[in-house]
């Protein structure tokens, strides 16, 4: 959370592995918990001409969930860092300019900070969340 520093979690590669890892765990455990009902899960109730494109579609949103939670991760990461780093470049031009304009933009930068931790705990716990649902949906009995 520094100014001009890196986060690694803001790497899209390194959100992938972490949420590819998560959710291929979680089918694992799925998988082993209810066998071959598990697969039930993909199979709606629907009319059976529709059934071959509605499988496809639920294997591919099932898939997409680890993607999904990968690139929010990462966009609010990114998001939240290009910003303070924005706004501590633009600290640093105003210091040559005056420098008491720098105690007014400290401010700033400080606001934004605070906001940044806050987006943090809430991206934590967003994406915690959505793991124990993913989880949550595994370990059920397959129905729709």
């Given at each position: 959370?520094?100014?001009?520093?890196?986060?690694?979690?803001?790497?899209?590669?390194?959100?992938?592995?972490?949420?590819?890892?998560?959710?291929?765990?979680?089918?694992l455990i799925?998988?082993?918990?209810?066998?071959?009902?598990?697969?039930?899960?993909?199979?709606?109730?629907?009319?059976?001409?529709?059934?071959?494109?509605?499988?496809?579609?639920e294997i591919?949103?099932?898939?997409?969930?680890?993607?999904?939670?990968?690139?929010?991760?990462?966009?609010?990461?990114?998001?939240?860092?290009?910003?303070?780093?924005?706004?501590?470049?633009?600290?640093?031009?105003?210091?040559?300019?005056?420098?008491?304009?720098?105690?007014?933009?400290?401010?700033?930068?400080?606001?934004?900070?605070?906001?940044?931790?806050?987006?943090?705990?809430?991206?934590?716990?967003?994406?915690?969340?959505?793991?124990?649902?993913?989880?949550?949906?595994?370990?059920?009995?397959?129905?729709?």
């Amino acid at each position: 959370m520094t100014p001009f520093g890196i986060a690694l979690t803001s790497h899209i590669f390194i959100m992938l592995f972490l949420s590819l890892t998560l959710g291929f765990s979680i089918f694992l455990i799925g998988l082993f918990t209810h066998n071959i009902d598990f697969f039930k899960l993909f199979i709606p109730e629907c009319p059976f001409f529709l059934l071959p494109f509605l499988i496809c579609i639920e294997i591919f949103s099932y898939i997409i969930r680890c993607f999904s939670l990968a690139i929010r991760l990462s966009a609010n990461i990114i998001a939240g860092h290009t910003l303070v780093y924005i706004i501590a470049g633009f600290i640093i031009n105003v210091i040559y300019i005056r420098l008491w304009f720098f105690l007014i933009f400290v401010f700033l930068i400080a606001a934004v900070l605070v906001l940044e931790i806050g987006v943090a705990f809430l991206q934590a716990y967003v994406f915690t969340i959505l793991v124990c649902i993913y989880l949550s949906d595994s370990l059920k009995t397959p129905s729709h």
